[in-house]
């Protein structure tokens, strides 16, 4: 998890947001504080919640301890075992 930088992320841009909303679009500032802590709330859930290194090195203990049961989120897997779906047939 990167909660410090999710922190600081959306303290800047809820700051700018903020400082848009109320000083050049002269907007009431209860709705621009609401507005910002929002966008940043949003932020801090995307930014914050990523994976980092720790993460990698998880999935990869993961694959060493089980090999038989590879996680759900492996794309290499997925894409080397491509599902074919049957079309129509041709009437004869």
């Known amino acids: ?3 410090l930088p999710g922190l600081v992320i959306s303290a800047i841009v809820g700051g700018l947001l903020y400082g848009f909303l109320t000083i050049w679009m002269h907007g009431v500032e209860w709705f621009s504080a609401l507005a910002s802590m929002a ?3 949003a932020i801090l859930a995307v930014v914050g ?3 980092d290194d720790d993460g990698a090195a998880l999935d990869a ?3 060493a301890a089980a090999p038989d049961l590879p996680p ?3 794309r290499v897997t997925l ?3 491509p599902i074919r779906i049957s079309g129509p047939t041709k009437a004869a």
């Open 61 to 63: 203990a993961w694959r």
């Open 79 to 81: 894409e080397q075992a």
């Open 39 to 41: 966008l940043g709330l």
């Open 1 to 3: 998890m990167q909660l």
């Open 72 to 74: 759900a989120s492996d």
């Open 49 to 51: 919640t990523r994976g």
